[in-house]
Each structure stands twice: as structure tokens, then as C-alpha cells.
């Protein structure tokens, strides 16, 4: 009977609506009735959000019905166990504002309590109070100083107030394997923590662990409390949040709590999902699309004026009557690659029309001269493309091939066998380091004479070289002369208005006609292979400009003649090392081609005969040369004001370039 009524009587307890032994378990709070006010919700899909974006405000949510914490016969607080999953999802990554509790109070109510790092819980009147009968643990995300916190990622127990008496950096020790890790509870990520207390022990303990980590046997927070003082006989239990200024979402997605004994375990499984994907993926579209779109429009406008520009480098001009030269046509492109980019290494040296470029055709590997000229006129072009690349089809051993050409705008590049001794000049002045003997010296002679003379007479046209001089003459593997560089000179009188008349040439090779008329005819080209013998069998330039006087080699050469001593005129690099014949044929060869009187001079054809000795060479008196017949244009047309600095005598009388550049730039 008494069994009954204590039956009873306990069922009574039981059913009552303030007291309950507080034993609950949530999976989730769909339908959950907790008591909620400020800022907390039960989403749709079961989640407690207790703080949402809106800053500086408060929010509670409670288990609704007060549960017993003492026996109240002997005044002990009772052993009690939690445990909750969570999340703190910030609208910045890294930046929370305070965070939350997991809290124990008198009441489910606190006015005049603040948001920010007093959690909503207290305020600066109240704060520390013992009459709060206030017991939370903190998982605080900020580091506020006045309340003496140790960083800002730490979990604290607070009893009565914000200044922890307790506190750690969040993180655990996971079961069996040494070490203690740290855990960002800014992470966004779902987190588990547990509150246990031995009401015999008197031991607090709090643990916290990423989810799907078992609890872990070693606490974050173990501290020795006697609650009695602190709980009163019925308590709330629940959570408390708050904002500041950083936006800051926090979440509980389970919770289970149980007063005497193990609060049970959550069912992971069953819990809500956290909506951060969609909150990460959010965050990276609103705020990293406008970078990524940018990063890849930026690729692209790079990507643009990358080919852009590409195609501008290689760009060439080609017009529809160039189709039919089309197989003597060169890509820019591969002209480019074969001088590694016209790079200075590739530099083989630079005249009065351009600079000379060594390189080799990627696919066929042949080796190359690509000469650049700059060419800023249309006029007389097609012309000049169709003479030379009809002369390109001529084939001498004594001519360098021109192999083709390429056109870009206000620029001509053409196309050369590459001749690996280089040209002749650099053998014979200024003590160069490696001079060629007579017999080499005499061969180059005679070579260069049959090209010029295949040039006038050998084929179906009469060809004009217009430069002949040692810096043209090219030099073959085998030491054979090779003239090169014919025809370029036109390029200049083409489009060159005839009433004022701009000479091109090379002072000193040039024939007095020349000056006044600037026709070139084959004498011209004899007048200036004149020179050019002259120029080899005694080493020096045509005009070599000195302080006092200036040389004037064919004067020279004339006056030793004319002492009776045609052979002091020699290159004394020469030695004993030569024939005499040779030498004075070849001398008096170059006075008799440097007659100003055209018709005086020779023709190729004999200037051949002479030299191989068909055709024997009469004493110069008898032929009635005289000093007045050996004049050079240099007295005629040019005043020494035009001549390049004396200083830079290498280069000197290389070239009328002056003239030549005036002609480009202005002249017409
Ligand atoms: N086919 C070639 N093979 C090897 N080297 C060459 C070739 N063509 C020219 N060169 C080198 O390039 C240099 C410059 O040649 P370039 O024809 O531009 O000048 P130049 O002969 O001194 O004067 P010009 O402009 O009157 O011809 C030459 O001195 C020669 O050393
Ligand atoms: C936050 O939640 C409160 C209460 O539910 C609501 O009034 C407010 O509009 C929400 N603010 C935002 C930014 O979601
Ligand atoms: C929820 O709890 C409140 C008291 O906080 C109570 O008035 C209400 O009836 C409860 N609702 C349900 C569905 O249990
Ligand atoms: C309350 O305390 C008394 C005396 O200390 C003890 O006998 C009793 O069992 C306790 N009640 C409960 C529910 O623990
Ligand atoms: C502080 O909080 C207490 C209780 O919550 C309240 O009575 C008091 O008015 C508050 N003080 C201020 C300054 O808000
Ligand atoms: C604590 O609060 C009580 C009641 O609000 C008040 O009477 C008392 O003076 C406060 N104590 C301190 C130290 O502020
Ligand atoms: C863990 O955090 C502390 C500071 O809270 C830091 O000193 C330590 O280097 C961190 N350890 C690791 C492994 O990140
Ligand atoms: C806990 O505090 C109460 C009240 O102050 C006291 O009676 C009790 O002996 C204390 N228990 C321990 C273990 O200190
Ligand atoms: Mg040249």
C-alpha cells in the first residue's frame, strides 16, 4: 500500500510542469519546445541557429522547464552530463564575434544584459556578482582583454561572471594517440563539446572534439568546483549568444542532457545539416567571382595583346604582284628564328644600307646572310624585287647566291648564302691579324674578274654590280672571291628624282663620270674594280685621310710608276713572298682601269685576258697614260665636308652613307 502511494506520489513529481530530473535528448530541434527569444530560431530543417547576421544583439534558447540540481535534504548539487554539436560559421573567414555559452541559470531571462563579450548573460553592473547564481562554459572567439581572455580561440568556465576561472585554446587530445591539437572554432565546421560533473568529486570537466572524433578520455578543462553555492535548487539549462560587430552565425545542432547519470549520445547521423557549403560557396561568389572573372578576363586581354603583338612582329607585306616570286620568298618568321631574333651575337656587321645577320634555316639548316634594309619608299620596289630575284637565279662560283627575300613595312630583308671567311676588307687594313698571301691575294683577283665579267657579258642580260669594293668582295670556304651585294645600289636611284640627281656609291670606287652623270654603265663597274685591284696589291684604301694630305692611292701608285718603281707600292705585308709579274701586272692592271676617260678603260673581257696572261699588258707610257687621265671622283664631286669623322677611319669612305640615308629619309 505504501508502495502504491509512493508510486503515486512519484508519478505525481514526475508529471509535474516546473520540476523534471532533466533527461533529454535532441537529434536535431524540429520538435524540440525550447524557449527561445532575441536573435534564436529552429530553422526548417531542425537546426538551433542562435545568432544570426545582425549585429549587436542577444539571443537565448533554454530547455523550457526548470530542472532539480540538489537534494534538498543534504544541499549537494547533483552529477549532471551534456553534451552538443555545434557550429560558428563566420561571414568572414577567421573573424567571429564573442561566441556562446552553454549555460546554467537561476532564470531563462537576463534584462539589461549586453550583447558582445558579456554573451548576454551579464552586464558591468552585475558582472562577477555572486548573487547571479550564473554557471557557463565559454567558447569564445574573440580576445578581450578586460576580461583577461587568453587568445581568441579559447574555452573557459565562468562562474558568476566573464572573467573565466578556468580557460584553455580550444582543441583535444584524440584517445591513443599522443598530442594535443589544436581546433579553430571559427571554422565553420561542426564541433562536439561535453560538460560533465561528479557531484561526489566535485569536478567539473569540459571536452571538446571535431565531430565524428570519439570523446576524448583526456578533458580540455578539468577543474575541481563545489557547486553548491553557485546552483540553486532548480536551474535552466540552455544556451546564450551574442553579436558584435563581426557578423557571426552560430548553430547547436544537437543536444542531450541528463541530471545523475551519462547524458546519451548523440545520433550524428540523424543531426541537421549545416547549410555552410552553400554559405562557403555564397561567400566565394560574392566575393571572389569578381576576382576570378577578372583574373580570367586579365588572361584573356593578356592572351590578346600577346598574339597581337606576336602577329605585329611577324607581319609582312606582300602585294599580289610578288605571287609569281612567291619560291623566292622568305617568312619573317623564319628569317627571325634562323637569326635566334636578329640577336647581336648574330651580327656579322653593318653597312651603309643595313645591318648583316648571320643564321640558319630551321629546317633545312643551311646557313645564312640576311641582310635588313631599311627602304621606307614603295616606288621603284617591284622593280627591284624583279631584278634580283632574276639575278638571284644566276648561279657563279665567283657570285654570292642570293637566296631570297622578304618584305615588311619600310623594310626589305634579303636573303644570302652565308660566306664563313667573311669579306675582304678585314684582310687588308688597319694590320689586320690574318692577311692572305699573293697567291690567295691573286686568285681573289681573278675570281672576282670572271664574276664581274659573267655579270656584263656571261648572261642573258647585262647586270651592273654599282659597288665594288673589298667590303662586298666575300670570301668562300675555299678562300675564292665572291662578289656580293650587286644591284642593292639601284634600290637608292630608283625613285630618285632625275633633276636632282643623289649619287650612290662608295667614294673612292667611284668613276668621275659617275659624279656628274650617275649613270652606272659596266665602265663604271670597271673604274671601280680598278680601285679594288689597286686596293689589294697594295693594302690600303682608295683614299686614306690624313692630317696633312690625303692619300690618294691611285695617285700614289701612279707616281711610283712614274719614278720607274711600280713595285714600291706593294702591301708591305707582302714580304718577299710574291711574284713580280703578278704584281706589277696587277698594278698596272688598276691604272689603266682607273682612267677617268671611259672609254679608255678596258672591258671585263680583256681585264680577264690580262690577267691569265692571254693578253699581254704593253708598258702604261705606251698605252699615253698620264697623271691628267688618272683622275678620282673624289676631286670632283666631293668636298671633304660630307666624309664621315676621320677619327672613326675604319669606317671612313666605307660609305657615302650620308648621301644614301638623305636619299631614304628626305631626299625625295
Ligand atoms: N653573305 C655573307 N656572308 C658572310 N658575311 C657577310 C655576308 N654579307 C655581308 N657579310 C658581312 O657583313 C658586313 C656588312 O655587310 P654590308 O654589305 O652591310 O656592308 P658593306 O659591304 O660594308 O657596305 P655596303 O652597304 O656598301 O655593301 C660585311 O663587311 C661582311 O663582313
Ligand atoms: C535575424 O533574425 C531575426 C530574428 O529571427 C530577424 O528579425 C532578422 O531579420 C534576421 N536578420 C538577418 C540578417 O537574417
Ligand atoms: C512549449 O513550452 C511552453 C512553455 O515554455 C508551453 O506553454 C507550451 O505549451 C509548450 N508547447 C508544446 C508543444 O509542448
Ligand atoms: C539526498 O541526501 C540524503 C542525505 O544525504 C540521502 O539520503 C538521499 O538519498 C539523497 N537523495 C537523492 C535523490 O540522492
Ligand atoms: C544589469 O542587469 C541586471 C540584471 O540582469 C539589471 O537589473 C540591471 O538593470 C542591469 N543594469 C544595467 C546598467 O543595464
Ligand atoms: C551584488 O548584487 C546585489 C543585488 O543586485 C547588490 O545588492 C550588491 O551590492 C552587489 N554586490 C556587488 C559587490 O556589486
Ligand atoms: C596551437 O595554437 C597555439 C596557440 O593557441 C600555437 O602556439 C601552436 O603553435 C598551435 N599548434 C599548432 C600545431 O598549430
Ligand atoms: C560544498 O559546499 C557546501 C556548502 O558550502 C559544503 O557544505 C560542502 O561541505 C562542500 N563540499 C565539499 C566537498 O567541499
Ligand atoms: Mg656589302
Known sequence: MLFVIALAVSLLVNTA???????????????????????????????????????????????????????SSSGAVYSFSTTFVFAIIPAYPRMGSPGFTFVIA???????????????????????????HIFAVEFDTILNNEV??????????????????????????????????????????????????????????????????????????SLSLNLSQIFKETMYVG??????????????????????????????????????????????????????????????????????????????????????????????????????GFRDQELLGAGGFGRVYKGVLPTSKTEIAVKRVSHESRQGMRQ??????????????????LLGYCRRKGELLLVYDYMPNGSLDKYLYNQPKVTLNWSQRFRVIKGVAYGLYYLHEGWEQVVIHRDIKASNILLDSELNGRLGDFGLAKLYDHGTDPQSTHVVGTLGYMAPENTRTARATTSTDVYAFGAFLLEVACGRRPIEVQEEDDVILVEWVFSCWDKGDILEARD???????????????????????????????????VVQYLEGDLALEELSSLGISKSGLQFAYHEGFSKSIMPDPSSSDKAFSQISSVANSVLSGGR
Open 239 to 340: 544556451f546564450s549568444s551574442s553579436t558584435g560587430t563581426f557578423l557571426t552565425t552560430h548553430y547547436i545542432l544537437g543536444w542531450s542532457f541528463k541530471v545523475n547519470g551519462q547524458a546519451h549520445r548523440l545520433d550524428l547521423s540523424q543531426l541537421p545539416r549545416l547549410p555552410h557549403m552553400k554559405k562557403q560557396i555564397s561567400i566565394l561568389l560574392t566575393t571572389g567571382l569578381p576576382f576570378i572573372c577578372l583574373f580570367f578576363l586579365s588572361i584573356l586581354v593578356f592572351a590578346m595583346v600577346y598574339a597581337i603583338r606576336k602577329r605585329r612582329k611577324f607581319a609582312e607585306v606582300l602585294e599580289d604582284w610578288e605571287r609569281d616570286y612567291s619560291p623566292h620568298r622568305f617568312k619573317y618568321k623564319d628569317l627571325y628564328v634562323a637569326t635566334k
Open 106 to 132: 537561476p532564470r531563462r531571462e537576463f534584462p539589461g544584459a549586453l550583447p558582445g563579450h558579456f554573451f548576454g548573460l551579464f552586464n558591468q553592473t552585475n558582472d562577477g556578482n555572486a548573487t547571479n
Open 148 to 221: 583577461s581572455d587568453i587568445n581568441d580561440n579559447h574555452v573557459g568556465i565562468d562562474v558568476n561572471g566573464l572573467v573565466s576561472v578556468k580557460s584553455f585554446p580550444a582543441g583535444y587530445t584524440e584517445n591513443n594517440i599522443p598530442g594535443f591539437r589544436n581546433l579553430s572554432l571559427v571554422s565553420g565546421k561542426a564541433m562536439q563539446g561535453w560538460v560533465d560533473y561528479d557531484g561526489v568529486q566535485k569536478q567539473i570537466r569540459v571536452t571538446l572534439a571535431p565531430i565524428n572524433v570519439d570523446k576524448p578520455t583526456t578533458p580540455l578543462l
Open 17 to 71: 510542469p516546473t520540476h523534471e530530473t532533466g533527461d533529454f535528448t535532441y537529434n536535431g530541434f524540429r520538435s524540440a519546445n525550447l524557449s527561445l527569444d532575441g536573435l534564436a530560431v529552429v530553422t526548417g530543417n531542425g537546426l538551433l541557429r542562435l545568432t544570426n547576421e545582425t549585429e549587436q544583439k542577444v539571443s537565448h534558447a533554454f530547455y523550457p522547464n526548470p530542472i532539480t540540481f540538489k537534494n
Open 572 to 606: 708591305p705585308n707582302l714580304g718577299t713572298d710574291f711574284v713580280a709579274k703578278e704584281v706589277e701586272l696587277v698594278l698596272q692592271l688598276g691604272l689603266l682601269c682607273s682612267q677617268s676617260h671611259p672609254t679608255a678603260r678596258p672591258r671585263m673581257r680583256q
Open 384 to 401: 627591284f624585287i624583279a631584278e634580283i630575284v632574276s639575278i638571284g637565279r644566276l648561279r657563279h662560283r665567283n657570285i654570292v647566291t
